[in-house]
């Protein structure tokens, strides 16, 4: 099992920027990403972004691609998402997850992950 712990989430102005932490504990050693993800309202939850763990590969969704980066500190068993020139369509619980299925290919699929976090709530105001 892996626990995973969301912060960083808050009320931020359009054009703000805000620094989601995700720590990992538990079989930490499985995990071969991370990943992060968002569900606003009355929406599916959307891909964010992700990260492998062994070489810091990432990728990105288009609507974050240029303004989030995920990165990882492996010492400390925390991801991070530094989310800048936020809009007030970026308003949603942002989940952080993890995979401990390895694949060459970087997972951008919900059903991909087999951890989750509680989720931490950013709000964007225009």
């Known amino acids: 099992q892996v626990q995973l712990v969301e912060s960083g989430g808050g009320l931020v102005q359009a054009g703000g920027s805000l620094r989601l932490s995700c720590a990992a504990s538990g079989r930490t050693f499985s995990t071969h990403a991370m990943g992060w993800f968002r569900q606003a309202p009355g929406k599916d939850r959307e891909f964010v972004a992700t990260i492998r763990l062994r070489d810091g590969n990432t990728e990105y969704g288009e609507s974050v691609e240029g303004r989030f980066t995920i990165s990882r500190d492996n010492a400390k068993n925390t991801v991070y998402l530094q989310m800048n020139s936020l809009k007030p369509e970026d308003t949603a619980a942002y989940y952080c997850?993890?995979?401990?299925?390895?694949?060459?290919?970087?997972?951008?699929?919900?059903?991909?992950?087999?951890?989750w976090g509680q989720g931490t709530q950013v709000t964007v105001s225009s």
């Open positions: 997850a993890a995979d401990s299925q390895f694949s060459w290919q970087l997972p951008i699929h919900s059903h991909e992950y087999d951890y």
